[in-house]
């Protein structure tokens, strides 16, 4: 079977929602055509198309015939971030929907001049404006009707005007058709609103770069040419132009235009460096580990613009009440003009009422009710390091009913030490380190690296191991010098039929009811030692779990750990623990926990992969840069369990913002409906009617942009710090 081919092309023009629904319309009922997502703060267009049945040029044509450009051939190497056409970076006066009210609001000015100096052209004036005005709107409705959409916004609202024309009523259509290009104008600006945002964030990033030659003297280059592993002089006063790790020097930076955070933070070798920040008082050196469209915000802007090319399940509900509104719409509108009349025979009064009850009806406030909700919570979420990646998974987020953590990295800090060392057989305790830390010098998972960190921290050097073979959630074991060493947990080594011996045995159950977490050594299927280890809770892991409470959410703990340990962090943290479970063991739980109402999982994104897929939600803590952003449907980008609250509040504001948006559309066409068909308001007013919806709406969407977490919490750039540092259990 052929494969299909994914393309993604620009679009020029393409400024507000009500253009998203148009776009993706037009282009998904083309033969061959699937799974098309258009991005609004992107500008783009993306599908599958498969061999033989349309050709890409057709689906540009569609495009172009709805009046939007398409680029399909961008420039190599070019990002979307980074574009600079006609409508990006232009002041919104100077866009082509602006210049096409400058130009409409000029006839329709000039027709009333003219009017007024030679009153007996009045209507032949207004009428030849109309006919010049509608020409745009025309041509888009005739190409939308082409294109599957008959009942579009344009064909409400060009048969309202032309319907005027014919009854006398030129003048209000003139004034129509400008105050319909008004409203579509001030939609794209609060689009270009919330789409700067993000855009600010990667207009920091510096256009050049100081790279460091193998001789020790440096060259500007440009930052897009950085590549990994470069190393990168950052002078005093300097942006620094990529993700990377300090290897010389030290210095304050100041994070204020990620953060708005007034303080300089220090930064030393070792420490990571995010992309826009100034350097203070000392030139630094660092190793570039993300450059250009790798990079933390260019990431970040990615996201957000994926985020809003999908559709939540209230905006898909919305899209299809929208498609029966419009042309019941017209419905009603044709039985004003037609049964009245036969009642009293005012076919001119009741023709110009249901022209003005087609305007009223343009569903243009409540198509961009949800999109413009959606694309301002995700861009005030991601500008302070809460990444969601849909407006499916904001809109869940504020519905869980529970929310499960998983413990190790989650709700611990995810950095264990070790605190006893158990052993029997005469085997020493730095004879066990040794053994043990050798077995776990290839594994990233917590237990091992705090393995190592003893060893290291007692000079103990290890061996190589060979044949190295984990078995996930349970142990891992090598061969070491001729012998078969394992390390696991208790459960794995009953398992094994290994038995502790009398003494260990003992020294387990004290271990465990002290709240440790415990590992068996094994020498050849036989008990060596124990390991105790220790990782202590998140300092701000309780009061967030407090406000998750205080919102209404239940919390619940999901761990493979023994229950005594278990039981030890639930009690510490006031949340209920679910414990010695292996990773199907977490799907049991999240199953049985969904049975009661949505579920988010929450955990590292790794080893909790699968519970983070099977909840309504997955979100996940801010390890590495892969792992938070392609495991779940949200990511935090650094160790803040608050953050998980403050999806929540974001979501559950984004959700009453939709509902306040949908009131105010519906609740307008309403009394306007009214007062059109009782004859109090006219054509002028439905259409302030329409377009005032519009603007309100937009301006009540706008609002999210100034969302802000409850006082205190960070913001972005103090979760980016270890975005990079990847946690694995």
Not at 542 to 551: C, Q, S, T
């Amino acid at each position: 079977m052929d494969s299909t081919t994914r393309l993604n092309w620009r679009l020029e023009g393409m400024d507000c929602a009500a253009c998203v629904a148009k776009v993706t319309h037009a282009v998904e009922r083309l033969p061959g055509v699937s799974g098309v997502t258009v991005s609004l703060f992107g500008r783009s267009l993306a599908f599958d198309l498969a061999p033989g049945q349309t050709e890409p040029e057709a689906v540009a044509r569609q495009v172009r015939a709805l009046g939007y450009g398409v680029a399909t051939e961008p420039p190599a190497g070019d990002h979307h971030h980074h574009h600079d056409d006609d409508e990006d970076g232009a002041p919104w006066w100077n866009t082509a929907r602006a210049r096409l009210v400058w130009m409409l609001g000029a006839l329709v000015a000039a027709a009333w001049i003219a009017a007024h100096l030679v009153p007996s052209a009045s209507h032949a004036l207004y009428l030849g404006t109309t006919l010049a005005a509608l020409f745009p709107f025309g041509r888009r409705a005739v190409a939308l009707a082409r294109a599957g959409s008959p009942f579009s916004i344009e064909t409400l609202m060009v048969v309202a005007a032309l319907g005027a024309t014919v009854i006398g009523a030129a003048e209000e259509a003139a004034f129509v058709v400008l105050l319909f290009a008004v409203g579509e104008m001030l939609e794209g600006v609060a689009a270009g609103r919330a789409r700067a945002g993000i855009k600010a964030l990667v207009a920091l990033v510096p256009r050049t770069a100081l790279r460091r030659k193998p001789d020790g003297t440096t060259e500007e280059v440009p930052a897009e040419r950085l590549a990994i592993g470069d190393l990168v002089l950052v002078r005093p006063g300097d942006r620094v132009p990529a993700d990377g790790v300090v290897t010389e020097g030290a210095s304050a930076l100041d994070e204020s235009a990620v953060t708005g955070e007034s303080m300089p933070v220090a930064r030393g070798v070792g420490d990571r460096l995010v992309a826009g920040s100034v350097n203070g008082e000392a030139a630094l050196v660092m190793r570039v580990t993300a450059a250009g469209e790798g990079s933390t915000l260019a990431r970040i802007a990615s996201l957000v613009e994926q985020a809003t090319a999908t559709r939540g399940r209230t905006q898909r509900f919305i899209e299809r009440f929208a498609a029966w509104w419009t042309p019941g719409a017209m419905g009603v509108a044709a039985l004003v003009m037609v049964v009245p009349p036969l009642v009293d025979g005012e076919w001119l009064t009741w023709v110009y009422r249901g022209l003005a009850v087609l305007l009223v009806a343009c569903p243009c406030a409540l198509v961009i009710s949800v999109p413009a909700a959606m694309a301002s919570g995700l861009s005030a979420g991601a500008r302070r390091g809460l990444l969601v990646k849909g407006g499916a998974a904001l809109e869940a987020l504020g519905g869980a009913r529970t929310i499960a953590f998983d413990k190790t990295g989650t709700l611990t800090e995810g950095r264990p030490r070790i605190v006893a060392i158990a052993t029997a057989g005469g085997v020493e305790e730095d004879e066990l380190l040794r053994l043990a830390a050798a077995v776990e010098s290839g594994s990233s998972h917590p237990l091992a690296r705090a393995l190592r960190e003893e060893a290291r921290r007692r000079g103990i050097g290890f061996p190589a191991a060979r044949a190295a073979a984990a078995i996930p959630g349970k142990a891992v074991a090598a061969t070491v010098e001729g012998r078969r060493i394992g390390v696991g947990s208790p459960a794995w080594a009953a398992e094994g039929g290994v038995a502790l011996p009398p003494a260990l045995e003992a020294q387990r159950e004290r271990l465990e009811q002290e709240g440790h977490s415990l590992a068996v050594v094994t020498a050849d299927r036989a008990a060596i030692g124990l390991v105790a280890i220790r990782d202590e809770p998140r300092r701000d892991a309780a009061a967030a779990l407090a406000r998750l409470r205080g919102m209404g959410i239940a919390t619940v703990m999901l761990t493979g750990d023994n229950p005594r340990t278990a039981a030890a962090i639930g009690a510490v943290l006031g949340i209920e623990p679910r414990a010695g479970l292996l990773p199907d063991g977490k799907l049991a739980a999240i199953a049985a926990l969904k049975a009661r109402g949505p579920v988010a999982m929450v955990g590292d994104g790794i080893n909790d992969a699968p519970a983070l897929a099977a909840a309504d939600v997955g979100v996940a803590m801010g390890g590495g840069t892969d792992v938070a952003l392609e495991t779940a449907d949200a990511a935090l980008l650094g160790g803040r369990l608050g953050g998980i609250a403050d999806l929540v509040a974001l979501s559950r504001a984004t959700l009453a913002n939709i509902r306040q948006n949908v009131a105010i559309a519906i609740g307008l066409k309403a009394v306007f409906l009214a007062t059109t068909v009782a004859g109090v308001t006219g054509l002028w007013p439905a259409i302030l009617a329409d377009t005032g919806a519009t603007v309100l709406v937009t301006l009540n969407a706008l609002r999210l942009l100034g969302w802000r977490p409850p006082a205190g919490t960070p913001r972005l750039a103090s979760r980016l710090r270890n975005f990079g540092e990847t946690r694995v259990r």
